[in-house]
């Protein structure tokens, strides 16, 4: 099995940043692809982005230019810079992980994280 544990988050104002980390433990060798989730209140959860052991990564457009992902394959951790925050980016933000390329259906979730973004 694998196991996802995040830090960060936090509370911060509108035009800040912040920086989530998420650590992989266990069996690591299944994870392919790893990747953000976030959920908001009343919506449906939603992927952010993702990045592939081959450093491949995508951006949902609604974060395209302001976040950015890196992973470090030796510590199995991997890291999402955000910068410019909106209020519209609170939520709870997941770790997730595939043993795919293609960040679809997650076979691992971490336990979330909560971003809120005043103004």
């Known amino acids: 099995q694998v196991q996802l544990a995040e830090t960060g988050g936090g509370l911060v104002q509108a035009g800040g940043s912040l920086e989530l980390s998420c650590t992989a433990s266990?069996?690591?060798?299944?994870?392919?692809?790893m990747g953000w989730y976030r959920q908001a209140p009343g919506k449906q959860r939603e992927l952010v982005a993702s990045?592939?052991?081959?450093?491949?990564?995508n951006y949902a457009d609604f974060v395209r230019g302001r976040f950015t992902l890196s992973r470090d394959l030796a510590k199995n951790t991997m890291h999402l810079r955000m910068n410019g925050l909106k209020p519209e980016d609170t939520a709870v933000y997941y770790c997730?992980?595939?043993?795919?390329?293609?960040?679809?259906?997650?076979?691992?979730w971490g336990q979330g994280t909560q971003v809120t973004v005043f103004s």
């Open positions: 997730a992980a595939v043993r795919t390329i293609e960040m679809l259906n997650p076979d691992y």
């Open positions: 990045i592939a052991l081959d450093g491949d990564q």
């Open positions: 266990g069996n690591t060798f299944l994870i392919n692809t």
